[in-house]
């Protein structure tokens, strides 16, 4: 089992920053690689950001240059750095943990952090 813990709740002003962080536990040695999804009121969940076990990422095309997802010096830990936060980044940010068990691919999520940034 793997347990997830988000943190970085925010309000922000757009424009601002933000920081959110996501530090996995127990059967680590499954994850094949961290994301952060999101999901806006009324819109689809979006993955917004992958990093592998081999610390290769992909960003969806909306956050590029804007958002960097990175691993601390414990490698169960991942961060989603937010630069020049638009108000269309506001949404229920979602750590998840991509894991193989057998010949099972699947995400494990966490609990969701609210993210929202004002005019």
């Known amino acids: 089992q793997v347990q997830l813990g988000e943190s970085g709740v925010g309000l922000v002003q757009a424009g601002g920053s933000l920081r959110l962080s996501c530090a996995a536990s127990?059967?680590?040695?499954?994850?094949?690689?961290m994301n952060w999804f999101r999901q806006a009121p009324g819109r689809q969940r979006e993955l917004v950001a992958t990093?592998?076990?081999?610390?290769?990422?992909r960003y969806v095309d909306s956050v590029k240059g804007r958002f960097t997802i990175s691993r601390g010096v414990a490698k169960n830990t991942v961060f989603l750095q937010m630069n020049s936060l638009k108000l269309d980044d506001t949404a229920v940010y979602y750590c998840?943990?991509?894991?193989?068990?057998?010949?099972?691919?699947?995400?494990?999520w966490g609990q969701g952090t609210q993210v929202t940034v004002s005019s």
């Open positions: 127990g059967s680590v040695f499954n994850i094949i690689a």
């Open positions: 990093i592998n076990s081999d610390g290769s990422t």
């Open positions: 998840a943990a991509t894991i193989v068990d057998g010949m099972v691919t699947y995400d494990h």
